[in-house]
């Protein structure tokens, strides 16, 4: 029996969660492999992350707004099935809650600092918890809370400059941690593709545009985050990509998808892999770099390539390259999305895939086929269905591009 951190009865605590049950859930079964890591220890499996936290009662309080989340915000934004999202005071106790969990938990940091505000932070947490046992009202709350739907961010055209592995950071990894500063202390949290804030010192910090959680309201996009939100972001990205795995656990890893290729590229991990991918290509002029050793920005060694003739390819062409090498497709315009003046029986991007890599092809006029992107492949991924995944999002992007600049 020990004392509940919320009520303060003594009890016995539950194994209480602070990345709630249902988000631990998804990420395992959109997932390359049915396991999760920290970032801040990949080789440790994190089923899920809990300690003993809550009593019985105030573990059930929580559960009860966590279940509405996950119905009615968390699953129809993951599938796509809603850009609106109306709500009532369960959102702003759902989001009070996790921060409220993230800052008394083992995870929390901000105390380990001997920051001027912690004595704002000791008394902020003493309200929220008097709001989350139903003794105040949430009108009561100095703080600020806010979501920001970031699910498919278009980096190409938002931010090119992004750090490498952004997509996946935004898309895929759960984070949590206490923001502060020489003036500033917030809760900050994450699921894939939802992001949280809740603001302490200031209360008003600023950045935020349709994000704020009220009483009750409607969330909708657009949505803006300021310049001081967007590095923070990407210092966050940056600190989990350089986090690397053991070479035993990615043999472990290896071995997962190795048995089931089909989970891997079906997840959306792989999703955002692939579009990081299209954002180092889209980001930057490769004839800057070209025939450097590797590329500042996508580090890519751009080369030409003398095996192709210096010229678009027709698709009786690369039908023949197809059958000469594992994996090769070029984006042709769909003739009847485009008007008659657009060829479209030659391509100018080609996706080809050796035995180790596959690679993003562009000609040009004066130099011929350069490479623009290239990924080595796992080991137990095959060429074909590599390059049959890439084809396909360039495709899709490709597309998209052409009926909005040259449709009928």
């Known amino acids: ?9 003594t009890r016995e605590l539950q194994n ?38 809550l009593c019985e009662d105030c573990e059930q309080v929580f559960s009860d707004w966590e279940a ?29 809650s996790v921060s409220w969990r993230l800052l008394v938990s083992e995870m929390a940091v901000w105390h ?60 895929r990894n759960l984070d949590g941690t206490s923001v502060y500063g020489d003036d500033q202390i917030h809760a900050y949290f994450k699921f894939p593709r939802i992001l949280f804030f809740s603001t302490i010192v200031p209360q008003d910090p600023g950045g935020f545009t349709g994000t704020r959680i009220d009483g009750e309201g409607i969330i909708e996009q657009p949505q803006e985050l ?24 990615r043999e472990k890893v290896q071995d997962r998808i190795l048995e089931d290729p089909e989970r891997f590229f079906e997840s959306d991990y792989f999703e955002a892999q692939l579009a990081e991918m299209r954002r180092q290509y889209a980001e930057h002029d490769l ?6 050793e590797e590329c500042p920005g996508c580090f890519t060694n751009h080369r030409k390539v003398d095996s192709l003739p210096n010229k678009p ?16 497709r070029g984006t042709f315009p769909n003739p009847d999305e485009v008007v008659d003046e657009i060829p479209t029986h030659i391509t100018d991007v080609l996706v080809i895939s050796t035995k180790d890599s596959t690679r993003i092809l562009q000609f040009y006029v004066d130099h011929g086929w350069i490479v623009g992107e290239e990924r ?15 084809w396909e999002k360039y495709s899709e992007d490709f597309h998209r591009q052409m009926r909005q600049r040259f449709g009928r």
């Open 1 to 9: 029996m020990d004392e509940c951190r919320l009520c303060g009865e």
């Open 226 to 249: 300021g310049e001081l939100w967007g590095s923070f972001l990407y210092g966050r990205a940056e600190i989990f990509g350089q986090v690397s795995m053991s070479e035993s656990e």
């Open 112 to 171: 380990e600092e001997d920051h001027p505000q912690n004595a704002v932070v000791e008394e902020r947490l003493e309200t929220w918890e008097a709001i989350l046992l139903g003794e105040k009202p949430i009108s009561e709350d100095p703080s600020q809370h806010h979501i920001f739907f970031a699910d498919e961010i278009d980096l190409v055209k938002s931010d090119p400059g992004a750090p490498e592995g952004f997509e996946v950071y935004i898309q």
């Open 287 to 292: 004839l800057d770099y070209l025939d450097e």
């Open 16 to 53: 209480s969660h602070i990345i709630p049950r249902f988000v631990i859930r998804w990420m395992k079964k959109s997932g390359p492999t049915p396991f999760l890591r920290k970032a801040v220890d990949p080789n440790t499996r994190i089923q899920d992350h809990h300690e003993k936290l």
């Open 313 to 328: 390819l027709t698709k009786s062409t690369v039908e023949k390259l197809d059958e000469q090498l594992p994996f090769v």
């Open 68 to 96: 509405k989340f996950a119905s009615q915000v968390f699953y129809p934004h993951i599938r796509g099935e809603k850009e609106e999202f109306e709500y009532g005071e369960w959102l702003y106790k759902f989001v009070l």
């Open 376 to 390: 080595e492949h796992p080991e137990e991924v095959e060429p074909e269905e590599f390059g049959q995944a890439a």
